[in-house]
């Protein structure tokens, strides 16, 4: 089993950078893919990006692609999202997902979720 915490997130103004940091403890996190979601107020959980447990593959929403970034240290037990140029739409409580599976958009496909980290990008 897996526990994931998220920080790093907060009040930025358009076309800033944020970091947020996924902390996971447990075992065997060296072989989990991982996932950052998205959801905003009204609406349902979207999908940001994922990177697989080796690191050789990795997936991003169109609408992050260019300006976000998914890295993972695993001995560290963390994933990374680095978010470039933020939009007022970027805002929205970002989540960590973790599967020993799955890799992909899908949030139902994963396991282990954390309690999210709210971002928002003023105009």
């Known amino acids: 089993q897996v526990q994931l915490v998220e920080s790093g997130g907060g009040l930025v103004q358009a076309g800033g950078s944020l970091r947020l940091s996924c902390a996971a403890s447990?075992?065997?996190?060296?072989?989990?893919?991982m996932g950052w979601f998205r959801q905003a107020p009204g609406k349902e959980r979207d999908f940001v990006t994922a990177?697989?447990?080796?690191?050789?593959?990795?997936a991003y929403a169109d609408s992050v692609k260019g300006r976000f970034t998914m890295s993972r240290d695993n001995a560290k037990k963390t994933v990374y999202l680095q978010m470039n140029s933020l939009k007022p739409e970027d805002t929205a409580v970002y989540y960590c997902?973790?599967?020993?599976?799955?890799?992909?958009?899908?949030?139902?496909?994963?396991?282990?979720w954390g309690q999210g980290t709210q971002v928002t990008v003023s105009s």
């Open positions: 997902a973790a599967d020993p599976s799955y890799f992909g958009s899908r949030s139902r496909m994963y396991a282990y």
């Open positions: 447990g075992r065997s996190f060296g072989s989990y893919n």
């Open positions: 990177i697989s447990w080796s690191v050789i593959r990795t």
